[in-house]
């Protein structure tokens, strides 16, 4: 199993290091093109359009991996009503961002109205992909998820160069985006149909239960849980956005954002193999409860050696960083990234642990903790950022994380014993 964890994490490493590879050089190109506060405008965008998707997506892309991961002979019909559940769920939500009065009063800018008004059919598109991508993670298909991302994020950013250099424009720029989903989503389908030729049949119903209904309905509400993690989770991780775009104004969202891009890089190796970890745990849970708690703590020992030496690397070449890639406007970004390189130490290990009670049917526990970690990145974060601006918030993240890591060991839920 660890070796086959492995392997397949190495794949998800290689999507995800030509993917960020992309995703970088494509928010360079938007923050060189567009300009500072036109990219604060974008992210702000971007962050409204990451938290939606939380919710149209009603936690069922988690559902999905458990459940077919579990008895994938059970895939085709978990995607048919995990895309329906997605369209009730986010079809709405698309709806209210193209309502005029709602789309003014999201809008960072008057410009950029239209923006938002699109960015709903963007949320629905990226939850429909999201739930091939599941099931490709429960399959074990990562090279799918390979050549999508790839593919998918090299036409992105030739298409955003090429047209931020005739029109720099930020509503034909989240129509590009929109293009290049609906582009995603069809191959992804045809993948699919392909992955379902080779698929052997289920061997044991999991811990699912082979007979549980698949429908659209059954499906969310199963996931409910599952969404309310994923609702916190996303709060938590752009409520610093939210608090510097409505205290601090567009152009130190863009700094801001510099310094999170960068982060996410440092920790890209580490981040690449939790997708393949929450199937593995799932897998092993269902068969040994004693093999899950010993490959969960292996887990996380591994990824807390990592987190460590990320953030070293990002303390002392955080100014490098910024100075090579965006250049030296955004020189202001450099105290939050280093702040942000600290937060790896107790991220990875708090995920690990958080995907641990997933695979173990305790989301409950998990879902407590998010809220303490969203409330004290609320709380901390408005007084910090008007205090120090965007260090200020990357402090605030860092706080939250580290007393969430002494929530999970006080409590129990780091012991790996389910």
Request: charge should be positive; aromatic fraction near 6%; glycine fraction near 12%.
């Amino acid at each position: 199993m660890d070796r086959l964890l492995l392997r397949r994490g190495g794949t998800l490493l290689l999507s995800n290091t030509l993917g960020q590879g992309l995703g970088f050089l494509t928010a360079i190109a938007i923050a060189r093109l567009l300009g500072v506060s036109a990219f604060g405008q974008y992210t702000a965008i971007m962050a409204l359009v990451f938290v939606c998707g939380i919710v149209a997506d009603a936690g069922l892309e988690v559902t999905l991996t458990r459940e077919a991961a579990a008895t994938p002979a059970r895939s085709r019909a978990l995607l048919a009503g995990g895309l329906q559940a997605k369209a009730l769920a986010g079809g709405p939500i698309a709806l209210l961002l193209a309502w005029p009065p709602v789309a003014t009063f999201l809008a960072p800018a008057p410009a950029a109205i239209p923006a938002i008004q699109l960015a709903g059919l963007l949320v629905l598109l990226n939850t429909w992909n999201a739930a091939l991508a599941a099931l490709f993670r429960a399959w074990g298909r990562m090279d799918y998820i390979l050549g999508l991302n790839s593919a998918g994020l090299g036409v992105q950013l030739a298409g955003t160069v090429a047209l931020l250099i005739q029109r720099p424009n930020l509503v034909l720029l989240v129509g590009w985006l929109i293009l290049v989903q609906v582009g995603e989503l069809a191959a992804g389908l045809i993948l699919f149909r392909r992955g379902l030729r080779g698929l052997a049949p289920a061997t044991s119903p999991g811990p699912a239960g082979a007979a549980l209904d698949t429908g659209a309905r059954a499906l969310l509400r199963r996931s409910w849980s599952f969404m309310l993690i994923g609702l916190l989770g996303a709060l938590a991780g752009r409520v610093d956005l939210f608090l510097i775009a409505g205290l601090a104004g567009p152009a130190a969202v863009g700094v801001y954002s510099v310094a999170t891009r960068l982060h996410e890089l440092l920790g890209l190796a580490p981040n690449s193999f939790f997708a393949a970890l929450l199937p593995a745990l799932a897998a092993a849970q269902a068969v040994d409860a004693a093999a899950a708690a010993a490959l969960y703590r292996q887990a996380r020992r591994r990824l807390a050696l990592a987190g460590g030496i990320a953030a070293a690397g990002g303390l002392g070449l955080a100014g490098l960083l910024v100075q090579l890639s965006f250049g030296p406007a955004y020189a202001a970004a450099v105290p939050a990234l280093q702040l942000l390189a600290l937060l790896l130490i107790p991220l990875l290990i708090n995920r690990t642990t958080t995907l641990y009670l997933y695979a173990t049917g305790r989301e409950r526990h998990a879902n407590y903790v998010l809220a303490l970690n969203l409330l004290l990145r609320a709380i901390l974060g408005g007084p910090l950022v008007l205090i120090w601006g965007p260090p200020g918030a990357a402090l605030a993240n860092l706080v939250a994380e580290g007393a969430v890591l002494g929530v999970y060991w006080a409590s129990g839920a780091m012991r790996g014993a389910a």
